[in-house]
């Protein structure tokens, strides 16, 4: 490995950067310095949703519960 | 008769110019899926816990540009420059992969792009290693193979 094959690196490695930053840079739907994906405070989560209305999935349907047949 | 470092150049010449062409098709394949869909490869490179939230987007985005700029190289007068680019690259992805199996990190490898969302077909496993290694060696080909102008 030369000292012309380490500036060739050095240059191929500036020119990707380069290009990957423009790339982003380009995607408005891709912040250059992401959020963390865990960043959740629990002023924001607000109150937990408790889903009280709505039975179980494992839960049998009233109507089978009170008589049987539907 | 020509002598024995003679025929040896000769034959590294000739290897290194399928060795490089293999190479840069692999690493465009490899590049095209992540350029054209960043989003995606930045989940699949989140999913490796390797990268702080913040520079997952910046790493999704400059890896396939590197990928590409890498492959390129190769298929120019710069071949010498692109296959140490690209054998750094191979050197990095072969240490996270590494980590992630002694992690136990169950993901997609995400090598030629995120791949359908949840899509288990490609997990990182050993395999992933041994053909980072084997494109190392090509690498490596290339290294040793002469300065001057192309020999096909």
């Known amino acids: 490995m030369t000292r012309h094959d380490l500036r060739e690196l050095a240059a191929l490695t500036a020119l990707g950067l380069v290009l990957g930053v423009a790339h982003l840079a380009l995607r408005p739907g891709l912040p250059l310095l992401a959020a963390p994906a865990a960043q959740c405070s629990a002023d924001e989560a607000g109150p937990p949703m408790l889903m009280e209305s709505e039975p179980l999935a494992s839960e049998p349907p009233a109507s089978m519960i009170d008589g049987g047949a539907p | ?152």
């Not at chain 2, 990190?105 to 290693?129: N, Q």
Request: net charge positive; aromatic share 6%; proline share 8%.
């Open chain 2, 1 to 152: 008769m020509s002598s024995e470092p003679g025929r040896r150049q000769r034959l590294l010449a000739r290897a290194a110019w399928p060795a490089r062409l293999v190479l840069a098709g692999v690493f465009l394949a490899a590049a095209a899926p992540k350029l054209a869909d960043p989003a995606g490869f930045a989940a699949a490179i989140a999913n490796y816990r390797a990268f702080p939230d913040a520079l997952v987007n910046l790493v999704a985005t400059i890896v396939p540009a590197l990928e590409l700029v890498g492959a390129m190289a190769l298929l120019s007068p710069w071949r010498r420059g692109g296959a140490l680019l690209l054998g750094a690259l191979l050197l990095g992805f072969t240490a996270l992969l590494a980590v992630s199996l002694a992690r136990g990190i169950d993901t997609a490898c995400g090598c030629f792009g995120a791949g359908d969302p949840g899509d288990a077909a490609d997990p990182v496993r050993p395999l992933h290693l041994l053909r980072n290694v084997g494109l190392l060696a090509l690498a490596a080909l290339v290294l040793a193979g002469p300065r001057g102008p192309d020999v096909r």
